[in-house]
């Protein structure tokens, strides 16, 4: 069985020299009690841009403005319902909102609104995603 290949956007959002994470469900089967940049799977025949702002409504209530491309990773894993392999191309844009009340979705547990040194100090101590590591380590 050959992998799928797949397209993810997330969007890094500041406010008021912040940053907002959202923490995944302690249940989850992906990378629970872990920290992630809000954002998720583009649809068939749905432009990147559209995704992202439907995501992020989706997961935290709040309409966002794409302002540019901040970098690109990819995540490999197992998809839960098929058992099929994923290859996943994460497109991460930098965000503007213009509120930071936040109303977060049922896939996650809390959310926060961080400072950079605090992210690099969540990343010291393996609290983000491997995917949002990755998006804020690289140069």
């Given amino acids: 069985m050959t992998a ?4 993810t956007v997330k969007g890094i959002c500041e406010f008021n020299d912040k940053i907002l994470l959202l923490k995944i ?4 089967a992906h990378d629970a009690d872990k920290w992630e940049i809000p954002g998720g799977k583009v649809k068939k025949c749905e432009f990147f841009d ?3 702002k439907r995501e ?3 997961e935290t209530g709040l309409e966002i403005h794409i302002d540019s491309l901040y970098t690109v990773v990819r995540k490999d894993y197992t998809a839960c319902k098929t058992s099929q392999d994923i290859k996943s191309v994460q497109l991460i844009m ?4 213009q509120s ?3 109303e977060i979705s049922e896939e996650h547990g809390e959310y926060g609104w961080f400072s950079l040194d605090e992210v690099n100090d ?3 101590h393996e609290l983000l995603t491997p995917p949002a590591v990755e998006a804020f380590t690289k140069k």
């Fill in 25 to 28: 469900r302690h249940d989850s």
């Fill in 100 to 102: 930071d009340h936040v």
């Fill in 4 to 7: 799928l290949w797949g397209l």
């Fill in 50 to 52: 559209e995704a992202l």
């Fill in 94 to 97: 930098k965000v503007t909102c």
């Fill in 122 to 124: 969540m990343i010291e």
């Fill in 56 to 58: 992020f409504l989706d």
